[in-house]
């Protein structure tokens, strides 16, 4: 079982940055696929950004294609999601999530959907202010 851990969020205005982290615990994951995922107050939660075992292939929703990133340091356990350029849209609770099948299953496109992760982080709230 991996247990994971976001840290990072926080209230920022329009126009700042962030950046979120998530730490693994339990198990190694340098095998494994990882996700970001996002919950706006009264709608349901959305991909944001995966990532591959390697860190070689990343794969973004439309909506925050060029302002956010997502990296990993394997030797710290640990994924990150920077956040530039944040919008009011961009508030919501981030979670990050794990595929716990090694090396990952099928392209990286199919990481947009929830069903291919096991574990979840408990979440961190951004605001964005105008």
């Known amino acids: 079982q991996v247990q994971l851990v976001e840290s990072g969020g926080g209230l920022v205005q329009a126009g700042g940055s962030l950046r979120l982290s998530c730490a693994a615990s339990g198990h190694t994951i340098n095998m494994y696929y990882m996700g970001w995922f996002r919950q706006a107050p009264g709608k349901e939660r959305e991909f944001v950004a995966a990532i591959s075992w390697s860190g070689g292939a990343t794969y973004y929703a439309d909506s925050v294609k060029g302002r956010l990133a997502i990296s990993r340091d394997n030797a710290k356990n640990t994924v990150y999601l920077q956040m530039n350029n944040l919008k009011p849209e961009d508030t919501a609770v981030y979670y990050c999530?794990?595929?716990?099948?090694?090396?990952?299953?099928?392209?990286?496109?199919?990481?947009?959907?929830?069903?291919?992760?096991?574990?979840w982080g408990q979440g961190t709230q951004v605001t964005v202010s105008s």
């Open positions: 999530a794990v595929d716990t099948h090694p090396y990952g299953l099928g392209s990286i496109a199919g990481y947009k959907y929830e069903k291919k992760y096991d574990f």
